[in-house]
């Protein structure tokens, strides 16, 4: 079972920024463009959005919604889960959930937190998550990773989670083995940088892959090196010129042809989002991780 997720905050970052028409014209082009290849192979996927998009680009969600893909939630402002107090989560989770909502007309089930950032410090968000009406979960990566992966989870299949009290159903991202290392393959920059045969050959033999893209991920970069006070004010950590230069290089890597290397990839493989997965999967039988 092959899982295929979009995170959609492009929209709003840029408004965040001044609000580029012709960037905005961009992200259209580029999603439109997704979701006629989706019509085309009859996939429905699920695309977390960030919260703020509903208020401020309604007609992106309402679009999307109206190809028949599922509404999932990526926070309310894309500020990463394990930079939050609880209370701040609580909050930003109840705002992202609402504003959502609002917009399609429905309840919002599945979630995925930015930049994966729930871990083994900030375990609580699941009941947060749970507390405000989600069902499935998207946000671990179960290996080490900048800026955090919740390496000690212990599962890279669906599961159901257990943590004080409540049940969660997890959809983790997949890992493989590389070189002695358990690496992500199938979405953000790992998928930038395999060659397309290695990630369907992953894919193939395996029985539940998850692939995950931003579109801002694979379109090349305009920008030079992030000033110092925009990289802080994104990043949460000191600007210095390397960390800077190493975040630019990492962030650009493969970005030349990737768009393309993700379509050829929805047109050669077989996709469901998580709403369809959920009712394939038989979870009396998967496994459960107690937290
Ligand atoms: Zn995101």
Redesign the pocket.
Same mark, same amino acid.
């Given at each position: 079972m092959n899982l295929l997720t979009f995170?959609i905050?492009e929209w709003y970052l840029e408004q965040q920024l001044g609000g580029r028409a012709e960037k905005y014209a961009e992200y259209d082009h580029y999603l439109n463009g997704i979701l006629n290849k989706l019509d085309e192979c009859q996939i429905k996927a699920t695309f977390?959005c960030?919260g703020e998009m509903g208020r401020l680009f309604p007609e992106v969600i309402r679009k999307i919604q109206g190809r028949g893909h599922e509404i999932g939630c +990526?926070s309310n402002i +894309?500020t990463w889960l394990n930079k939050m107090t609880e209370a701040d989560c609580r909050e930003d989770t109840y705002r992202a959930v609402d504003s959502l909502e609002q917009r399609i007309g429905e309840k919002v089930k599945s979630y995925?937190a930015?930049?994966f950032s729930i871990g083994e410090n900030n375990k609580w968000a699941f009941e947060i998550l749970a507390t405000n009406g989600i069902e499935r979960d998207a946000s671990i990566f179960p290996a080490a990773r900048d800026f955090g992966g919740f390496s000690s989870f212990g599962q890279k299949e669906p599961c159901v989670v257990e943590y004080n009290g409540i049940k969660l159903k997890e959809f983790p991202v997949c890992t493989t083995h590389v070189l002695g290392k358990e690496i992500a393959y199938s979405g953000g920059g790992y998928f930038r940088f395999f060659p397309l045969s290695f990630v369907k050959k992953e894919m193939s033999k395996s029985k539940y892959a998850m692939c995950y893209f +931003?579109i801002g991920d694979l379109l090349p970069e305009a920008g030079g090196v992030p000033s110092k006070s925009a990289y802080e004010a994104y990043y949460k950590e000191p600007g210095t010129l390397k960390n800077r230069y190493v975040r630019y290089m990492k962030t650009n890597l493969g970005k030349k042809n990737a768009f393309e290397k993700m379509m050829k990839l929805i047109n050669m493989m077989d996709f469901v989002g998580l709403q369809q997965s959920d009712d394939m999967i038989d979870w009396n039988s998967a496994p459960v991780v107690k937290l």
């Open positions: 995170d905050e977390f960030v +990526h +894309h995925r930015p930049a +931003h």
